[in-house]
């Protein structure tokens, strides 16, 4: 028998059964509802509302379930349809009608609330720890790659000279601003629903302040229909999941792109990588296809949850059940695609020499030409105009703008002398861009030391 079926005359259809059952995938919340019931219990004695020797029967008996579950001496029955009747069914079978007590001055619905908040608040310190492994491998390529020109494109067209160091401090940045949302969400989350009820609290003096601090919570939540009838925490959570997968796949399209015969700017080591079934002389960067593939499941998690809620009244309906696998699927996601794609980086091969010979043609050193004739007290628009017909003539002789003869630049503009030349290096360029924020070597290393700044400090509080 359903622990709710008093009301009902006939049993439960078994297609709706099947239907209704959610203990296929909300059994992973057996810690958490075990660690909320017992949070519970220990209130219950305190206050008095059950004796304090029920409340420590009850407690024992849940350590003992937790026990076995972990033990793998369980199986949990699709009849008690959920993770919470579950247990509370078999803390019923080992210790009797005292395990019908647990439930006093209880809803599932601030129980589900409050197992669902504790997993996705413990949950996030393991993504975070993720992002900042993969942000250490991006600081350890930066200090190797200070000096190593490569192109900067917009419009993926060469645009100006920059560094591979420069470019994974970019992704690093990326990364932070990920990490700091997870914290956000983390921190608007950390308050307590049990005692909620269903709806409207309870009649029983139930004291929430204990619970709270029992279960980790600095504080319960402050309105009890708010917090059964919202899930916006979790969305808050899938929102950071879905711009952290954002980053991820926007990286490993450039690494995708990177690593073809047409850029040969990095190789992805072997162990990385798989072949073709076909073509013998393949090489193909399956995992960074794959990080940038499970975007858009992780994206769907997030529109999944948007859409059960957009439409629901207050408080709890049953279309919320539907909050769990999406957000399961989006952590699972983010927890494998993390870590891989970190070693992946970790292990590729930097083609310095190629990426160097790309951005020596493209003219990407043009608006330094610009600003070389700006310094010699042109109007930068002016100098606009000299470097754009410059171009034009590099382009029908077939020549770079440090390959043109001076005598060439002299039928453009008499402000052209032999230092043109150190002016157009594209090291030169690079190391000229010192502004906070640049490409220049000290620069980039100003942005490492602040990357790991940041690592260290969540190191610390860890």
Not at 90 to 107: F, P, W
Not at 315 to 320: E, F, I, L, P
Request: glycine share 6%.
């Amino acid at each position: 028998m359903k622990l709710w079926a008093g009301r009902f005359q006939k049993e439960t259809n078994t297609l709706v059964n099947d239907f209704n059952s959610s203990i296929g995938f909300d059994a992973r919340l057996y810690g958490q509802d075990i660690r909320g019931s017992i949070a519970h219990a220990d209130m219950l004695g305190d206050t008095g509302i059950i004796e304090r020797a029920e409340a420590d029967k009850i407690i024992e008996g849940l350590r003992a379930i937790l026990a076995d579950i972990e033990g793998g001496r369980v199986e949990f029955s699709l009849e008690n349809e959920d993770i919470h009747m579950n247990i509370e069914a078999l803390l019923t079978q080992r210790i009797g009608n005292t395990g019908k007590r647990l439930h006093t001055a209880r809803s599932r619905n601030d129980q589900v609330a409050t197992d669902f908040r504790l997993y996705v608040k413990e949950e996030i310190p393991r993504i975070i720890g993720l992002v900042l492994d993969l942000e250490k491998v991006l600081v350890k390529k930066a200090r190797a790659h200070l000096s190593t020109v490569m192109p900067g494109y917009t419009h993926l067209q060469r645009a100006q000279p920059v560094t591979f160091g420069h470019y994974m401090m970019a992704y690093a940045n990326m990364f932070k601003r990920d990490v700091t949302r997870l914290e956000d969400c983390r921190a608007r989350l950390d308050e307590c629903p049990l005692g909620c009820g269903a709806l409207a609290t309870s009649t029983y003096p139930v004291d929430r302040f204990q619970t709270a601090a029992a279960l980790g919570f600095p504080r319960p939540t402050d309105n009890s229909l708010d917090t059964v009838g919202d899930r916006d925490y979790a969305i808050e959570l899938l929102s950071a999941l879905s711009i952290l997968m954002m980053h991820l796949s926007r990286f490993s399209e450039e690494i995708i792109a990177w690593c073809s015969w047409e850029f040969r700017f990095v190789e992805l080591d072997d162990a990385y990588s798989t072949g073709s079934s076909i073509m013998p002389q393949k090489k193909n960067p399956d995992v960074a296809e794959l990080v940038r593939g499970k975007t858009g499941r992780v994206y769907g998690s997030l529109m999944t949850l948007l859409t059960v809620m957009k439409g629901l009244p207050l408080a709890y309906n049953k279309d919320m059940q539907e909050d769990k696998e999406p957000v399961f699927d989006a952590i699972d996601t983010v927890e494998m695609c993390v870590p891989v794609f970190a070693a992946m980086l970790d292990t590729l091969t930097v083609k310095d020499k190629n990426m160097a010979q790309a951005a020596s043609v493209g003219f990407i050193n043009a608006t330094d030409c610009a600003d070389y004739l700006v310094k010699k007290g042109l109007p930068f628009r002016e100098a606009y105009m000299i470097v754009g017909r410059l171009v034009n003539l590099c382009l029908k002789k077939g020549k770079s703008l440090d390959a043109l003869p001076l005598k060439e630049y002299h039928t453009i503009s008499g402000l052209f002398d032999w230092d043109v030349y150190d002016a157009l290096r594209l090291r030169t360029c690079v190391n000229g861009r010192k502004v906070y924020g640049g490409p220049a070597e000290e620069s980039v290393k100003r942005q490492i030391a602040l990357i790991e700044e940041f690592i260290a400090a969540r190191s610390v509080e860890g």
